[in-house]
Structures are given as structure tokens and as C-alpha cells.
């Protein structure tokens, strides 16, 4: 009898440890409604001054109202807050919110794709075909995370000007080693950039320092011989 009892004593405690820690992973009912009133990006207050003021985060009587910032939309947490932004959240749910929030969206990636095509054409202007290849592979995976980010941005009218057609033509021929269509293929992709910025009503997208630049190659002579390099021109291995 007594071995039963006492087993009967272990599952129990057993049982009380998993079901308090169930209890302390879940967000409150006050959080979940403030996580979902207001979508990502939304400004629920009235003034901006309230949403940027952190003055009040310092104070013991702010913990469970004011951190993180409202206008981020988040659930507030139960913890004062620390510089372990991530962990002081009240579940992993709240994190996978803030890992969302701090990932951005399509905004960010257009950056990196600015950035990456204005090297690919110093590098083809270069004659370094090899590293016009790999920015032009990297460009396109990251054309890919952030579509993850957006789908629907795949389903709308500006994926018809993305260029599918005028990608694979330079890729095809930076992988080739062929300079002279590599520029005219790359200043067709430029097009389909610029198409797809003025149909998306983003057309002062292209009134920018990556457009101007990239307008036209210098030297277009040179396409036709192009410096002798160490390496041999062509695809990525």
C-alpha cells in the first residue's frame, strides 16, 4: 500500500512541475489582447510622444505597461526591462513576435539589393565577371527571403516587372564570361527595376544615386577586350 501511495506522491509532483511550467511560458489574457488590437507597425496612441518617450521605463511603476514601445504593437512583458530584449519576454510566442518585428520587411532587403547592384556594375565595368556572378546569384536569394516576407507581393502586378527573363539573360551571360552581353543584359535588368518601382507608384525610387550610376557603362569599348585577369571569367563554382 505504501508503494503505492508513494508513486502516487511522485506522479503528482511530476505533474504539478509540467503544469506550472505550462502556466509560466503562457502569456497573460491582458497580454494577448494588446498583441492582437494592433497589428505590426500600427501607432495605437494619438500622439507619437507617448509611443518614443522611454523616460518612464526606469520607473517600478511603468513594469507591465509601458515596455516594449506601444507603437511596435507588442505585448507588454511582466519583467523590468533589460538589455536581453528577447528573453524577458513573457513566452516564446511574445519572442517570435519581436524576432518579426526586428527582421523588418520587404524595406530592408531592398537595401541590400541596391547595395549589391551597384557592385555588380563596377564589376562588370571591371571586367570581373566571376564577382558580377555571385552578386547577381545573392541579389536574386535575397529577391526570394523577401518575397518569403511579403507573398503577396508575388500574386501582384509588379511581379510582372521583376524581370524573370532579363535575370536569367545576365546571369547566363556573366556565367559564360560574355562581357559585351553581360552590359546590355545588366542595363535591361535595370529597366525591369525601374518599371517595377513606377507600377508599384514608386517611381522616386529611381530618381537615386544606384539608378544614375548604373545608367550607362564607361568605356564601352573596353566590354569587347576586357582586362586579362588572374582567374578565368565566368560562373561561380
Known amino acids: 500500500m505504501w508503494r503505492q501511495g ?33 497589428p505590426r507597425g500600427h501607432v495605437p496612441s494619438n500622439g507619437l510622444a507617448s509611443n518614443f518617450d522611454l523616460a518612464s521605463v526606469d520607473r517600478s511603476e511603468s513594469v507591465g505597461g ?7 504593437g507588442l505585448a507588454v512583458q511582466r519583467k523590468p526591462p533589460t538589455d536581453s530584449w528577447l ?11 519581436r524576432i518579426e518585428v526586428a527582421l523588418r520587411g520587404l524595406d530592408i532587403h531592398m537595401v541590400e539589393i541596391g547595395g549589391r547592384f551597384g557592385v555588380m556594375h563596377d564589376a562588370i565595368e571591371r571586367g570581373n565577371l566571376r564577382l558580377a556572378a555571385l552578386e547577381a546569384d545573392k541579389t536574386l ?13 508575388a500574386g501582384d502586378e ?7 527573363a532579363e535575370w536569367t539573360d545576365l546571369r547566363q551571360a556573366l ?4 562581357a559585351v552581353q ?18 508599384r507608384g ?28 588572374s582567374q578565368p571569367q565566368g560562373s561561380v563554382p
Open 141 to 153: 536569394e535575397t529577391a526570394r527571403i523577401a518575397m518569403l516576407k511579403r507573398p503577396g507581393f
Open 66 to 72: 509601458q515596455y516594449p514601445p506601444r507603437a511596435l
Open 202 to 229: 514608386m517611381g522616386f525610387i529611381n530618381d537615386s544615386a544606384v539608378f544614375e550610376t548604373t545608367a550607362t557603362f564607361a568605356n564601352a569599348s573596353a566590354a569587347a577586350n576586357p582586362p586579362a585577369a
Open 158 to 164: 509588379g511581379q510582372t516587372y521583376l524581370g524573370v
Open 175 to 178: 556565367r559564360a564570361g560574355d
Open 87 to 97: 528573453l524577458d519576454a513573457d513566452s516564446d510566442s511574445e519572442r517570435f513576435r
Open 182 to 199: 553581360a552590359r546590355a543584359a545588366f542595363l535591361q535588368v535595370r529597366e525591369s527595376c525601374v518599371a517595377c518601382h513606377t507600377v
Open 6 to 38: 508513494y508513486f502516487l506522491g511522485v506522479a503528482l509532483v511530476i505533474l504539478a512541475v509540467i503544469a506550472f511550467g505550462l502556466l509560466a511560458n503562457m502569456p497573460r489574457s491582458d497580454d494577448r489582447r494588446a498583441a492582437s488590437v494592433y
